[in-house]
């Protein structure tokens, strides 16, 4: 007699017919290969792997369960980005079911078709606890026929250009073609997990609150061109202009940005920014003509010691800011030297507007470019210090040969002056030793000699000192 097993009154028979039907389920499961597995949120441990997991994976059920993304790992390289990026959205929005296509690579190597479908489970209080997912082998997709934008999408992947796409309010990137990819430094899958600012320097550059007030223009219809300092993953930041617009695509509102590299235009900006700066800030006197010689412009140096103001300096020439006894040693030997060689540089001197003669050492530079001459630049240097130190080390050297030489003739009259005393007293010395007895008449003589040598020495002594006195520094 046949006995039916399933009835719902008898709880015994009830729980025997779910056994039944988990058995089933599973023989089923492993004739069509369909993996069913559970994973936490955070995807970091299975909580369960169907056995059929082996014929579709080609590993065993115990090692695939050791790896909790064994099943991202074998998905084809291309598409794991998007199903990265699905598994991201699905978590952080709580919807209730995503799916997805994508190639399947065994561990044989054979490669096939599934529809991955993906849910958060809940608990009876509605919380999510775990994320359940069914993989199904399928056919391939069919080839998209040819469509309006076939062309647009061409272009946009072999454009030269980075080009960047993303979500109109959310400011998710969607997509972005290879110059992107290049110049970011990364893959695309990288790319769409993150956001614009995670690849913007820290110190300058972009800002998501700065970039606001040009993303609402383009919202509402106004293209925006702003610049912004690129932060790549790898490799030092570079400058970028992004031309930003709207964009609609899908049915959904987009914001195209193209992005050209500015770096070096940006640098050279940069440099010359600050070495105008630095020029303007500078103590020596500056200026700029052009190649008929007309004054161009003059730092604020220049202008002050010059005592030039700015609507003065209109219509000046180089030649206008010498002394006229100076002009035709410029015109013709200082300006062709310059012109021929590229520089000049010698002492020169400068004239201000009050007609006092300023000396300079003056550096000019004949600026060319494809062999044709732009301009002349001047740099004058104040040297009045050292040519007062000069003449002051000049008139001092003079004085103490003018002093030497005096001492000199001083010596020279003392000596002439001491010969006739020594002489005599040689004299009366001779006379003694011939005729001692003579001493007291020769004692008058020998004093007079003794006397008048002894002023002699005297007043050489006095002139002396008062000289050395008078070269001793100031106290």
Known sequence: MLVRKYFPSNPSLNAEAMIDGYKQGGAILSGLKVVAFAMTLSRDALLYLSQSATDLYGEQVNLLAQHPNFWLEAIHPEDQPAVWLGMDKLRESGSNEVEFTYRLMASDGDTCWVLHRCRVATNEAGVPVRIDCLVTPCKP????QAVPHEIGNAV????????????????????????????????????LRQRLVDFSATTEGYDARAEAAYLDAVRHGRPQRYDWLLAPREGPA????????????????CLLTIMRDTDHRHRERE???????????????IAWADPAGQLQNLNAAGREWLGIGNEGLHGLFMTDLLPPWAQPHFLHTCLPLATKDGAWRGEMALVSRDGRNLPVMLTMLAHKQGGALKGYSLIAQDIAPWKLKEQRFKREKEELESDKLLKEKLLENVSAGLMPSLDQ????????????????????????????????????SEFLKAGAQRDLPPR
């Open 425 to 460: 007293l040689r004299q009366i010395v001779q006379i003694l030793e011939r005729n001692p007895a003579d001493a007291e008449r020769a004692l008058p003589h020998l004093k007079r000699a003794v006397e008048q040598a002894r002023r002699l020495v005297d007043a050489t």
């Open 141 to 144: 997709p069919a080839v998209l």
């Open 271 to 285: 440099r010359h920014t600050l070495a105008s700066e630095v020029v303007e800030r500078s103590r020596e006197v």
């Open 238 to 253: 570079c400058w970028v202009e992004a031309m930003t617009t709207s964009l609609r695509h899908a049915g959904r509102d």
């Open 156 to 191: 946009f992947v072999a454009a030269g250009d980075p080009l960047l796409v993303r979500d109109a309010q959310t400011l998710d990137i969607l997509d972005a073609n290879a110059a992107t990819l290049a110049i970011l430094r990364c893959s695309r899958g990288e790319l």
